[in-house]
């Protein structure tokens, strides 16, 4: 048994109604535990937190980090790794590429170095979910799983086009269970199959997908509903169709109220929330408010961000679509990769430009989001990692959101235009430090249905981030004076000092094994590997954590 | 690693067992549809598999080797892990090379060995597809995985390559024969052109044979990508490229009629003259397709598990092949920091060389060299490598004896079930005893900088 006991930090834990309260945190054996009620009683270990600010560990419900999309990436930009900040190999450490899409090694360290000790991969192929695991188990220290895509695939879509509910649940849970995924994610519902059968897509959540004969909007009913009756932890995981158009704010409205009240978290919801005419990129703008106010009224949703920073990054999607289209606005380098049965890919490098009026204005949009949603439980921080820019970016956009001065001084220096067709410029709210330990920490462990991380009450994970305050609020949250993972001192005044193993987290909903005949018999029929051959085996986690359905 | 899925796939007879659903590492292909008859320590059927598969599984055998040999001289394992740490451990610019026949897993170790050591790692992709990996850093890649094309394409451009003798089952199992969901009468609903210098046994599985003069593929690319576009060709072309104008458009004719098309190139592309910009033209030549049709097109990979090793040195550092970690971080330079442009200007000082045998097909100043440093050796067998190396593991064969992960050529990652075990060790332990005896000394050494 070892124990930690962190003394006199001031302690914002918002699970927990703790805001800004000096207060000790005791650790035993990797978990939160309350206070021992001898006076005298002692830890192995003490950290003196005296005038640091306590938050849990930080938690990235959306971004992409492992698997084939991820990889691809990183062979394909060794441009932007050239100019990129490496990671030096340690005495402890291994060594690693930066830049928009970091190596493995880098993405652990890095995430533990900003105090994230949970990063959630948000789109994998079941076919590449092997290969994801393996990722994963060569990405350190964080706490990590992934969404399985299931939006454009054939089973999916035959099964809702049939009327087969009973059939599609167990589908989903035995995908799951093969995958060892975490949840359910729909890319572009029907959509990237119209581009992988054709080169189309759809243009809205009725129309009809060639050769199956369902719609986008059946399909987000039918898989939301089945995820809900599962008692999966989170609920389906949406990105909607029509991403990044100009005037998608009506088929992302359409997808909420599809829901018809099922639970259902819309992701980037930043790159769905445009005004305009698709053919004429002059009339984009933005339609956050009235999307922002259907989310307060409506507590089966919550949202994630995808805030776009200005600089380069990597476009990466499982939208094979959208892929095409950033290909052909940029012409740049453009990859695309269809898996057979189940999902497409889409990669593109990309730079958002501070003097450029559209991408000025998803940057307010983004942060129109954060400011117009009133309920900070309902939102989570996010940049779509790498797609709208890094995660080592969150620090810059909490300084955004705690200083209304800040994200003037940005619009002064944008198109004139910008502040006429988006309301960011009215927007008064500030984040005070326990709301920001909301929308990074407690909201999405609740939304991820976690309820061992996000907070410091007894039962919690001994994640831990401290930081020094100053009045920088971005340099505050860059360099935390010390961060814990599970009851261990990882970081350090900014380095690494401990080389630990996360663990995967996976959901074994379950599922009517008779089943599987059926699932296995349009298996054999269409895909190139053996169904035997398809389930990911135990072996690949090495430290795995089943998380409960309910 | 996966011993645990082979059990249960393991139908109980004393003397002969039958693995069901094993994989065939020979070529990219990795078919894992393998049905092993086993007695005791040969395999004496693999129902399913191709003529190179039937070599690969009915010929292997457990050969009586000493575990290791040092200096040439029998030795046992741990003795020899201690001596390849130390002779690692003292180089100052050390290679690791191969890794394209062995598991992800083993793969994994020895990019983590090269790291603690500060070496380089380089993959045989350097010698075979590399150049496509420079294409698609140039341009990208339109692609997908083989169950697409076995259920969509309905036009296959097969160029620079002989697949029926070096990837027999590619057209059976992935691209021409089977019926797939959207081309219901398989071989009837798909059109096949060869392109090629010469005309291979692949040809006769063709509906059209283009004879491409030979180093001019690159010249044949562009004139598609501009009868793509729509642009006029002067007929002059066929004097360039040995083929008429009016069979070209044809064929593209028939590529912009086509539901799904796919172009599978081969090492006739990447290594003949323009290399990476033969690669480049036909990446490009399909995505310039997209404009028309869905196209798609894709490297053939050719050892077992080569697209594995890319997969995990590019997860790992974040390059794909050539790079190097002597500066404390992943540097990427290929021509400069490629396992035969090293080795033949002389500078590395020791080597791990896994599952390859540069000694037999590198250049003669790189084998000249690396005849003169340290060597380590991990090979079923005793290769020209081994010969010379001054420690030679012998370990056991992947797939057949040990279990883990292959990557298809598609990135498609595919269990193995091996057959029987092997007295011998695996690559992946014998990396693993290396990289704990390197790090053990390295954190017990306060001057280490690693």
């Known amino acids: ?547 409960p359905t309910r | 690693m996966s011993t645990s899925e082979a059990s249960s796939a393991t139908e109980a007879s004393p003397e002969v067992r039958v693995i069901k659903d094993a994989t065939c590492t020979f070529c990219g292909c990795v078919c894992d549809d393998m049905d092993l008859t086993v007695v005791g320590n040969r395999i004496t059927k693999a129902k399913n598999a191709c003529v190179l598969g039937n070599s690969w599984f009915l010929n292997h055998h457990i050969e009586d080797r000493p575990e290791a040999l040092i200096d040439g001289e029998p030795a046992g394992y741990e003795q020899a892990m201690d001596r390849a740490a130390d002779i690692l451990l003292a180089a100052r610019f050390p290679l690791t090379y191969g890794l394209s026949d062995t598991t992800s897993e083993a793969q994994r170790v020895a990019v983590a060995i090269t790291d603690w050591i500060g070496g380089i790692v380089d993959t045989t992709t350097s010698v075979c597809h590399g150049p496509s990996g420079i294409a698609f850093q140039g341009v990208g890649e339109v692609t997908c995985s083989l169950g697409e094309v076995k259920n969509r394409a309905d036009y296959v451009i097969f160029w620079g390559g002989n697949p029926a003798e070096s990837h027999p089952r590619h057209f059976t199992k992935f691209s021409l024969m089977p019926k797939g969901e959207f081309v219901p009468n398989g071989r009837k609903d798909r059109t096949a052109v060869l392109i090629d210098v010469r005309k291979t046994k692949s040809a006769k599985a063709a509906d059209i044979f283009l004879q491409v003069k030979p180093r001019r593929d690159f010249e044949l690319a562009w004139a598609l990508r501009a009868l793509a576009k729509g642009l006029e060709l002067d007929a002059s072309i066929e004097e360039t490229t040995g083929i008429p104008l009016e069979t070209l458009q044809q064929v593209m004719d028939g590529m912009k009629r086509a539901k799904f098309g796919v172009i599978l190139f081969g090492m006739g592309v990447t290594m003949t003259r323009g290399k990476h910009l033969n690669s480049e033209a036909i990446l490009a030549l399909a995505r310039d397709m997209n404009q028309h049709t869905r196209w798609n097109a894709k490297p053939m990979r050719g050892h077992g598990n080569v697209t594995g090793a890319d997969n995990v040195v590019s997860w790992s550092t974040g390059f794909p092949f050539g790079v190097h970690l002597g500066s404390g971080f992943p540097r990427f330079n290929p021509g400069e920091f490629t396992a035969a442009d090293v080795l033949a200007r002389g500078e590395a000082d020791a080597a791990l060389i896994i599952a390859s045998d540069p000694m037999s097909n590198f250049s003669q100043p790189a084998r000249d060299h690396l005849a003169t440093i340290p060597i380590v050796v991990l090979d079923p067998k005793l290769s020209d490598t081994a010969r010379i190396a001054e420690v030679a593991f012998t370990v056991s064969t992947y797939g057949i004896n040990t279990g883990g992960t292959v990557y298809r050529m598609d990135d498609v990652p595919i269990p193995l079930r091996p057959a029987f075990e092997s007295p011998y060790k695996s690559d992946l332990e014998v990396l693993r005893g290396i990289e704990s005896r390197i790090r053990q000394r390295q954190l017990a050494d306060p001057a280490s900088d690693a």
């Open chain 1, 1 to 547: 048994m070892s124990s930690l006991r962190i003394t006199g930090g001031t302690i914002y834990d918002p699970a927990n109604g703790v805001d800004g309260q000096v207060g000790d945190i005791w650790i035993v054996d990797g978990c939160v535990v309350e206070a021992p009620s001898e006076a005298d009683a002692s830890a192995d270990r003490t950290l003196d937190a005296t005038g640091l600010v306590v938050m849990p560990g930080g938690i990235d419900m959306h971004c992409h980090i492992a698997g084939p999309k991820v990889n691809t990436a990183r062979k394909m930009i060794p441009d932007d790794k050239r100019t990129a900040e490496p990671v030096r190999r340690t005495r402890l450490t291994r060594s690693g590429s930066g830049g928009s899409v970091p190596s493995t090694f880098a993405t652990g360290y890095l995430y533990a170095g900003l105090g994230y000790t949970t990063a959630m991969d948000a789109a994998v192929p079941p076919l590449g979910a092997r290969h994801a695991h393996e990722e994963l188990e060569d990405t350190p220290i964080i706490d990590k799983g992934f969404y399985v895509l299931m939006g454009n695939n054939h089973y999916v879509m035959k099964q809702v086009a049939a009327g087969e509910p009973g059939r599609l649940k167990a589908y989903i849970a035995w995908l799951l269970h093969s995958t060892k995924g975490y949840a359910a994610k729909l890319v572009n519902p029907g959509g990237v199959e119209m581009w992988k059968s054709g080169g189309g897509n759809v243009s809205g959540i009725d129309d009809t997908v060639d050769h199956f004969d369902v719609t986008p909007r059946q399909i987000i009913r039918g898989v939301a509903a089945a995820v809900e009756e599962l008692g999966l932890p989170h609920p389906v995981h949406i990105h909607c169709n029509n991403l990044g158009m100009p005037g998608n704010h009506a088929t992302t409205m359409e997808t909420m109220t599809s829901l018809e009240g099922h639970r259902a978290h819309l992701t980037h919801i930043q790159f769905h929330s445009y005004d305009g005419d698709p053919d004429d990129q002059s009339t984009f703008g933005s339609r956050v408010s009235e999307l922002a106010e259907y989310v307060n009224s409506h507590d089966n949703l919550t949202v994630d961000v995808g805030q776009v920073m200005f600089g380069n990054t990597t476009s990466m999607t499982g939208d094979g679509p959208l892929g095409y289209y950033l290909h052909q606005v940029t012409g740049r380098k453009w990859f695309s990769g269809d898996t057979e049965m189940e999902a497409g890919c889409g990669i593109v490098p990309i730079v958002y430009k501070q003097k450029s009026l559209v991408h000025t204005l998803q940057w307010a949009i983004g942060l129109e989001w954060y400011l117009l949603v009133d309920d900070p439980w309902r939102i989570a921080m996010s940049t779509d990692h790498p797609n709208g820019g890094s995660f080592l970016a969150y620090p810059e956009i909490i300084s955004l959101l705690m200083d209304r001065e800040l994200r003037r001084d940005v619009l002064a220096g944008a198109p004139r235009a910008v502040a006429e067709k988006c309301t960011l410029m009215d927007l008064d709210r500030e984040y005070s430090l326990f709301e920001i330990a909301i929308i990074t920490r407690a909201a999405p462990a609740r939304m991820l249905g976690l309820s061992h991380k996000g907070h410091l009450g007894p039962g919690a994970d001994g994640d831990v981030t401290l930081y020094n305050p100053d009045k920088d609020i971005q340099r505050m949250f860059e360099l935390p004076r010390y961060v814990i993972s599970r009851g261990e001192l990882i970081v350090d005044d900014a380095e690494v000092v401990q080389d630990t193993r996360g663990r995967t987290l996976h959901v074994a909903p379950d599922y009517d094994l008779e089943a599987v005949d059926h699932i296995q018999e349009w298996f054999e029929q269409t895909y190139s590997i053996q169904f035997r051959n398809y389930p990911v085996g135990d072996h690949y986690l090495e430290n795995p954590l089943l998380v």
